[in-house]
């Protein structure tokens, strides 16, 4: 008997306010031409004052929740992916059990920044392959507009807020792991890169958050490389192919980074769910967001073979391949 984690329900929030590019052009020496042209990005949603990332991480999860016809308080495990957590601590998933009516089971946050939601899937996963969870709820929720110097045209124009979410469910069963169900996750990390993209800030060293600063040009070098290796890692642990891949699912930080990646693979980009002209890099919440969104427009379907990759600071990568 082998026990899976199939993914029964998915979520997404978004915050009511949209900034273009041509308000960012208002603001810092920057163009919407530039903007589009460098990163495909057109307009990001921007979280409302008040508006924290426990409100976009209940949001989605709450959604998620209902589109799988799941109750809160059947919930056994909650996973936040967030670099932008409402407080120092408690962990805001607490915050966000509570909201919604998880009264047992363990909540906690996990850092690993854009790739915190791909993170948190391989933790529920082992968790429900290890028999310890039924039912687990996983978030990638972020308020990245909270981290940014808006005066920095470098970064500001780059990243957006938002919240996606996703209900695991064991399911145990005869036959190979090819059938339903998340067939493996891979996480990397390498710390020597510690300084390539991070936030000078936090509690420990200045007690402040700091604001982001990133060394662009050799991110987008990483990206590629690493997001197209873990995918190929992950196709070939479970014995496939790019063409059994029917939608790859990718962290959203740049158009150009997709199309890379897209490249290295051989993968048409028809198979690609892209949302960053739209959502800009909204962090944990990019990957989540763009498979509730696939999922509920309809192009996502039972049965297909989906890859959830995601590359961010530390660095982090990591993909997670599941059957619908
Ligand atoms: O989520 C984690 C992963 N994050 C990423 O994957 C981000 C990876 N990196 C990138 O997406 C790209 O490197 C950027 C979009 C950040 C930058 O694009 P680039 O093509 O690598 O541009 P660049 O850094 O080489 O900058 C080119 C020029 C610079 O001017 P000079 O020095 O050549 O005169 C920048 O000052 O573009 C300038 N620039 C801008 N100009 C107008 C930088 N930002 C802006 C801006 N508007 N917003």
Wanted: hydrophobic share 45%; charged share 20%.
């Amino acid at each position: 008997m082998i026990i899976r984690s199939r993914i029964v329900g998915c979520g997404a929030y978004l915050p009511e306010r949209v900034v273009t590019n041509a308000e960012m052009a208002r603001m810092v020496d920057t163009t919407d031409e530039w903007i589009v042209e460098r990163t495909g990005i057109r307009q990001r949603h921007i979280a409302a004052e008040g508006e924290n990332t426990s409100d976009l991480a209940f949001a989605a999860a709450e959604r998620a929740l209902a589109a799988a016809g799941v109750k809160g308080s059947d919930v056994d495990l909650l996973v936040l992916g967030t670099a932008t957590p409402d407080n120092t601590f408690p962990a805001t998933a607490v915050k966000v059990q509570a909201r919604l009516g998880m009264t047992g089971g363990a909540a906690f946050d996990l850092q690993a920044v854009c790739s915190g939601f791909v993170y948190g899937m391989a933790v529920a996963d082992n968790f429900i392959r290890a028999g310890q969870v039924r039912t687990a709820v996983v978030i990638g929720a972020e308020t990245f507009s909270r981290l940014l110097d808006w005066t920095d045209r470098n970064t500001c124009v780059l990243f957006g807020d938002g919240a996606g979410a996703v209900v695991l469910r064991a399911d145990s069963g005869e036959g190979t792991n090819r059938d339903v169900g998340i067939l493996s996750t891979h996480l990397h990390s390498d710390g020597r890169h510690h300084d390539l993209l991070h936030t000078k800030g936090g509690p420990s060293s200045t007690r402040g958050i700091g604001a982001i600063h990133m060394q662009g040009k050799e991110v987008f070098r990483h990206a590629v490389v690493n997001l197209a290796r873990v995918a190929n890692e992950a196709l070939e642990a479970n014995g496939l192919t790019v063409t059994d891949i029917d939608w790859l699912v990718p962290h959203q930080a740049n158009l150009r980074i997709l199309d890379g990646t897209a490249h290295k693979l051989n993968i048409p980009s028809e198979r690609i769910v892209v949302t960053v002209q739209r959502h800009a890099n909204t962090s944990a919440a990019s990957v989540p967001l763009a498979l509730a969104e696939a999922v509920g427009d309809g192009r996502i379907r039972p049965g297909h073979l989906v890859m959830l990759e995601a590359m961010g600071g530390g660095f982090t990568w990591g993909a997670c391949l599941a059957r619908m």
